[in-house]
């Protein structure tokens, strides 16, 4: 890697703030994409201001599939690196009262991120070089009662990605799966979570710089939580159907 | 709902916790409810706790520009942050407390001071402005033109929201300060030292308060920021290490902060210094935040916590104030595991700490004998027209705060301003503020 622009998409959130960070530090010119771009001015001026990063804005909604052939078209230059950060939980209790709610959260989580890694890994691919990095999260690992529909997405983004990463790896372009457990953000904020097994965003930024730059193909943040999916997942059913967790 | 605390883990009371990102977030919060901002949670007692909501601003911190020395940031960025950035440029906060995890709202909240007060006083020195939400959700930027602005620099949050604020930084050659150490043997003798060396950049005094053999031994320490000239030949002038932290995984006996350990401890302490008097050259870190090398200092004390107490005494009554304070410390007999004495220079400002004498600062665990004696340090201060420190406060009683007129006029521009039922904390209902 040399110090090729980042991509960062749904840049808003607290964890891309985080992920920004990381690769500005690095020294990594910075593409900042999230709807209504306006708010990410403070960002950019953040990122320029501690490291001297080159920051560019740029306006994306990761619903608006249309748009993306051309967002990704018309951005200042093919990313190096691209992550995606987009993503939104919605609560159960709304996705399982109002199916279009459970939409949103699918599509938001699983067919937005899907599409625009679509035109960005097709770009790369021609181009011979890149990193994706998708956001996708332990609760894709195994469907529970209190957050199926999230996790069902997110299972889907994480299936998608292996996928990527099995068709690209011979292109010369790498993709992270990056499965973080429970991080410090508006996402989670009013749920309790448990101290150990929640991570800070900026651990989660500089796992994802480190991935990047190691080739890492599937990481967990915190680490805890690859041994605590690995329980999980093997539960046999009918033990786990009848569990509260 | 999460249970917090401030510093000191003492009291702990259980509040709704909102995080702000934005100028939109504290907005919406301001409107939806009274609270108090929370910075990084290192007042010590209960002043950054609102039990319905405590707005967590460490959410912002985002630094908005820099240009010649001149920052602007919001007001969740940590010193330690605008240190880690600037330093390596030749640049360091021009007033720092003795953590760097403390926030840059939280700072300006608190005016807090440093080891420099005698000579640039509070953090106001370096505050061009500040922009501060009010109730009813409008923004206005503060400068020294503004009362309101004197009013927010010590007026722990109580005011409105601090947002951002633009500050001046200090051009440092290196990152080591040159520190002169003197071993002491008694109070007197301290405070003759602090006068002869008024025109060190730094200096702070760790004394012995109990009541063991070396009681008013004292460690002065003078500092001023090394130049190129200072550094031996291939020292990196301005290299700023990352530091990993000790953890601090358990507490201490509780026997350890009573008679003999404590004597021992205090002894021990004195009798290492002596033997390194004279000067040195320590990096930035080691001199300024020695006790932000462990990680979770505070969890020392065990689970039920310390309570702080620092309080300032006018120079003319501070040598009798002093050996009155450091004789009831000593006979109570649970004396303070770290006193730390400092000359304090002019007074600024509508309702800040610092006032030109003395100030005594003292840990003890929070147990009932500690609070016993605390009342007794309250009244000896108060005799000697005395005052304290509300960033380090966590059970003054309303009478012991309202001693000071300051308090009273500040409790009167509250209710005039329509602030007193927006902006409350666990300390300001407490103090009646």
């Known amino acids: ?245 | 709902m999460s249970m917090l605390s401030g510093w000191g883990r003492f009291p702990k009371v259980e509040c709704h916790v909102v995080t702000a990102r934005s100028e939109a977030d504290v907005r919406a919060a301001v409107l939806a409810s009274p609270l108090i901002a929370r910075g990084n949670g290192r007042a010590y007692g209960d002043a950054a706790m609102n039990r319905g909501l405590t707005l967590d601003m460490t959410g912002m911190d985002r630094m908005l520009s820099f240009d010649d020395g001149v920052l602007v940031a919001e007001a969740g960025v940590l010193l330690g942050d605008i240190i880690h950035t600037f330093l390596p440029r030749g640049w360091f906060p021009m007033v720092t407390p003795g953590t760097k995890y403390v926030s840059l709202g939280g700072a300006i909240a608190a005016d807090v001071h440093g080891k420099n007060h005698h000579i640039d006083g509070s953090f106001r020195a370096c505050v061009d402005w500040i922009d501060l939400m009010g109730p009813d959700g409008t923004v206005t930027r503060l400068g020294a033109q503004d009362d309101l602005f004197h009013w927010t620099l010590g007026g722990m949050g109580l005011t409105g929201v601090i947002l951002r604020a633009q500050i001046r930084l200090r051009a440092v050659e290196t990152t080591f300060i040159r520190q002169e150490t003197r071993a002491l043997t008694s109070l007197s003798e301290t405070l003759t030292a602090f006068e002869s060396t008024l025109d060190a950049p730094y200096s702070v005094a760790w004394i012995d308060c109990s009541d063991g053999p070396h009681h008013g031994h004292s460690l002065l320490l003078l500092g001023q920021h090394a130049t190129k000239a200072d550094l031996s030949a291939g020292t990196p002038p301005l290299k700023v290490r990352h530091k990993g932290k000790l953890p601090v995984p358990f507490g201490a006996p509780p026997f350890v902060f009573r008679g003999v350990w404590l004597r021992g401890i205090n002894g021990v302490y004195w009798l290492r210094g002596a033997k390194r008097a004279g000067t040195r050259l320590v990096d930035w870190d080691s001199y300024f935040y020695p006790l932000d090398a462990l990680n979770n200092w505070n969890r020392a004390y065990g689970r039920r916590g310390f309570i702080q107490f620092q309080c300032a005494l006018p120079l003319n009554t501070a040598t009798a104030g002093l050996a009155e304070l450091m004789q009831a410390i000593a006979a109570s007999g649970s004396g303070s595991t770290l006193s730390v004495i400092k000359r304090f220079g002019p007074q600024s400002g509508h309702f800040s700490f610092p006032m030109p004498g003395y100030t005594l600062a003292l840990d003890f665990p929070a147990t009932e004998r500690s609070l016993a004696l605390m009342e007794q340090l309250d009244a000896i201060t108060l005799a000697h027209q005395g005052r304290f420190y509300l960033a380090k406060d966590a059970r003054m009683p309303e009478a012991v705060a309202k001693a000071d007129p300051r308090a009273v006029a500040f409790a009167a521009m509250r209710a005039q301003a329509g602030l007193t039922d927006r902006f409350t904390s666990v300390q300001s209902e407490r103090l009646g503020l």
């Open chain 1, 1 to 245: 890697m040399s110090g090729g622009p980042v991509l960062i998409l749904g840049a808003a959130s607290g964890m891309a703030r985080a992920v920004a960070r990381s690769f500005a530090e690095a020294g990594h010119p910075i593409q900042l994409a999230a709807r209504n771009k306006a708010r990410l001015e403070d960002d950019a001026a953040d990122l320029r201001t501690r490291y001297g990063a080159e920051v560019t804005l740029h306006e994306f909604d990761a619903l608006a599939l249309d748009s993306h052939g051309d967002f990704v078209a018309t951005l200042p230059a093919l990313p190096e690196v691209a992550v995606c950060a987009v993503g939104a939980m919605g609560t159960q209790d709304g996705s399982e009262a109002d199916p279009l709610a459970a939409t949103h959260v699918m599509r938001s989580n699983f067919e937005g991120p899907a599409s625009v890694l679509a035109h960005l890994a097709n770009a790369m691919e021609t181009r011979g070089s890149g990193t994706l990095v998708g956001i996708s999260s332990v609760a894709g690992d195994r469907g529970r009662a209190t957050n199926y529909v999230y996790g069902a997405a997110k299972a889907g983004f994480t299936a998608y990605l292996s996928g990527l990463r099995n068709r690209l790896t011979k292109k010369g372009v790498h993709v992270v799966t990056v499965l973080p457990g429970f991080v410090n953000t508006a996402m989670t904020e009013g749920l309790d979570t448990p101290g150990p097994l929640t991570a800070e965003p900026e651990e989660v930024g500089k796992a994802i710089l480190n991935a990047v730059e190691k080739k890492k193909n599937i990481i967990y943040t915190r680490s805890i939580w690859r041994v605590v999916m690995a329980v999980i997942r093997n539960i046999p059913e009918p033990i786990f159907k009848k569990l509260s967790i």
